[in-house]
């Protein structure tokens, strides 16, 4: 089954503890990126990678860090967590196709919490 | 850069009544537009996408949803909502031939009432 898997679903963690959110897919996209989704402010990107060793800055990137060492795994880290950084994390990926005919695959959710 | 707007952010709605989800875009380029579900405690689905020809595009579960070019439009219409139809729906866009980058909406949440 084509999916994106994100671990944890749930984390509650304390200010300044360096965390991971990991996230994998089993489609061999090339894109993946990372969403935080907050009430009435809608999904907002936080980093997106095109390959492989290919990462790049979304609208909200500050206090987060990401990597693209495979192709299936894109982890979102937390070095020192914040209370404002308490939201609902969405990992997506998607074929890179220039015709456009394409969707972006969600995964489950990790709500995290920092208190 | 691209912006949407989804102008009611609650749409409460009874069984079998029609509804329409509101969205507007802004860009200076050409875009694709894309509706996405949300089920409470899941992660976001896609309804439906358009990338080009017929302005008229049906999705899943009995949605559609028509682009309008000129009032830079492409609002969601179900004619007859199901209690299992509640879920936030969220408007997207990313720029034609760079498909990757979404930049969504705020999202609508419709409830569907007995």
């Known amino acids: 089954e084509a999916q994106v898997t994100q671990n944890p679903r749930y984390l509650i963690t304390v200010t300044g503890k360096k965390l991971t959110v990991t996230c994998s897919q089993n489609m061999n996209h090339e894109y993946m990126s990372w969403y935080r989704q907050d009430p009435g402010l809608g999904l907002r990107q936080i980093y997106y990678?095109?390959?492989?060793?290919?990462?790049d800055k979304g609208d909200v990137p500050e206090g987060y860090k990401v990597s693209r060492k495979e192709k299936r795994n894109f982890p979102l880290i937390l070095e020192s967590p914040s209370p404002n950084q308490t939201s609902l994390y969405f990992c997506a990926s998607s074929l890179l196709s220039a015709s456009g005919n394409t969707e972006a695959f969600f995964g489950q959710g990790t709500r995290l919490t920092v208190v | 850069a691209q912006s949407v707007t989804q102008l009611d952010s609650q749409v409460p709605v009874f069984e079998e009544a029609p509804v329409e989800l509101r969205c507007n875009y802004s860009?200076?380029?050409?875009?694709?537009l894309f509706w996405y579900v949300q089920y409470p405690n899941q992660g976001l689905q896609l309804l439906l996408k358009?990338?080009?020809?017929?302005?008229l595009v049906k999705g899943i579960n009995g949605f559609e949803a028509e682009f309008n070019k000129s009032q830079t439009s492409f609002h969601l219409r179900k004619p007859s909502v199901h209690i299992s139809d509640t879920a936030e729906y969220f408007c997207?866009?990313?720029?034609?031939?760079?498909?990757?980058?979404?930049?969504f909406g705020k999202g609508t949440l419709l409830t569907v009432n007995p």
């Open positions: 860009s200076s380029v050409s875009v694709y």
């Open positions: 997207a866009v990313s720029r034609t031939g760079s498909n990757y980058k979404l930049t």
């Open positions: 990678s095109m390959n492989v060793e290919v990462t």
């Open positions: 358009y990338l080009s020809g017929s302005t």
